[in-house]
């Protein structure tokens, strides 16, 4: 199909005048278009302090303060309370207790720096212990090895301070990776023609996932029965680099109960930067991350 169509002189007339005043009507389109734009501005503003009643920005700025719930607001961002769970104790021998109660801090922008507690054994306060919690963390409150006079009957705690720090970005994370936790009960074995007795231990991986060296790290290993709670043990690490994983082992001298269940727990506070390996570029804590 032919679609050619010989230009006339309305045609040309037409394009030369389009091309003698392209600027001039580009000029108008823009300006019609601000007009247009500020128009709609106005009207916006106008229906808005109608509906405020007439007030000046100064006054509806004072009325929306006056009408918002501060007090909702700060309740929001202060502290919740830590948990404290149920105290248990258990037998190492007939002197020997593990005490034990477990503690949760809800706030994932909270510190608490330092928590003083106690426990009390059948109505004897012992001495005050301290410990912290990271934002978020569940962990143990523990007291290894207590020297009883008798057989303990009853066990409660007392949290006697808790001090708060904001979480901010300037404060590191120190976060763990926690692989094959297993528990294993005794056994004999014979190496080299040598019987040797192993006692009942549980096993790990544990990996820094930080960029932070650490001096030491802390771990607290619970072992249950399904959902009883049935034995408890802390270890320490040390030397743990950024980024390390290795096999770490917690063992028990004593004889145990039926274990279905076994829970590690990493005890290593953000806040104290004693445990943070100084870099070779000095000992600006806020340098002692890793480079990579």
């Known amino acids: ?101 477990a503690v949760n801090n809800p706030n994932q922008d909270w510190f608490v720096s330092q928590l003083d507690y106690r426990f009390v054994v059948d109505g004897k306060p012992l001495d005050a212990q301290s410990t912290f919690l990271n934002p978020g963390e569940n962990k143990l409150l523990l007291r290894l090895g207590y020297q009883a006079a008798r057989a303990i009957k009853n066990l409660e705690i007392e949290v006697l301070d808790t001090a708060w720090q904001r979480f901010d970005n300037s404060a590191p994370m120190i976060n763990w990776g926690i692989e094959d936790a297993s528990f294993h009960p005794a056994t004999t074995q014979t190496i080299d023609d040598q019987i040797i007795d192993l006692p009942e231990r549980v ?51 004593y004889d145990l109960p039926q274990v279905t269940k076994v829970e590690v727990i990493p005890h290593v506070n953000w806040l104290d930067r004693d445990n943070f390996k100084a870099s070779e570029s000095g000992d600006n804590p806020d340098e002692d991350r890793v480079n990579l």
């Open 203 to 253: 096993t790990w991986q544990a990996r820094n996932l930080s960029l932070f060296n650490l001096w030491t790290a802390s771990w607290q290993i619970a072992l249950y029965n399904r959902d009883r709670l049935v034995a408890v043990n802390q270890i320490i690490a040390e030397d743990f680099a950024a980024l390390e994983n290795r096999e770490l082992e917690a063992v028990w001298l």
């Open 1 to 101: 199909m032919d679609d050619y169509r010989q230009v006339t002189d309305d045609d040309l007339s037409r394009g030369y005048w389009w091309l003698k005043h392209k600027t001039l009507a580009i000029k108008i389109a823009w300006a019609l278009g601000i007009i247009i734009l500020l128009w709609l501005y106005a009207g916006l503003f106008l229906g808005i302090n109608k509906y405020a009643g007439g007030q000046t920005l100064e006054q509806q700025s004072m009325a929306l303060s006056n009408n918002f719930d501060w007090a909702t607001y700060h309740g929001q961002r202060h502290s919740q309370s830590i948990q404290v769970s149920g105290t248990e104790f258990f037998a190492v021998n007939s002197r020997l207790y593990n005490l034990v109660a």
